[in-house]
């Protein structure tokens, strides 16, 4: 595959995505980067993408953004494991700024039809080492180094008392 599959879409951040500031919301801020995570690595995966999200790795909020503004995200694959994949999200800066209004990791895994994980195609292309994605693949290369934490419930008592 020549290049990798980048995702870019536009949304208009509306009165019902706002706070009582006039501003993005951050429940909406989350809708809003979860869809272009989940477009970007569904593309990245192909037809045969069946993906579930497993965990928010990341998400900084940078900027506050006011109702009316017309916000870009891209999204790319950054990190691809056996059934688990990691997607970069950007919200690109908007006029007069320099830095990204919003930026975000978010971690995939492949399903079958029962929700069990399955094994992701071979040939899926990472955007890691392209400019534009290098400080998220960087955050997330330290933040790999920490364990997940579900092992730590395996054996819990959850009976009620």
Known sequence: MQGFPETVSHRLV???????????YAGSL?????EAAYAAGSRGVGPTANLMLRRVVSLECRRSVPVGTLVELRGAVLQVRQCYLVVGVVGMPMEG??????????????????????????GIVSAA??????????????????????????GVDFERR
């Open 14 to 24: 509306l009165p019902a995505d706002a706070n009582h500031h006039g501003t993005l």
């Open 30 to 34: 989350l809708r809003i980067a979860l």
């Open 97 to 122: 700024q320099e830095i990204p209004w919003m930026d975000g990791l978010m971690g995939f895994v492949q399903v079958d039809a029962a929700g069990l994980p399955v094994e992701l195609p071979a």
């Open 129 to 154: 080492r392209e400019r534009l994605w290098q400080p998220l693949a960087d955050r997330l290369e330290t933040l790999s180094r920490s364990r997940g934490a579900t092992a730590g419930w395996i």
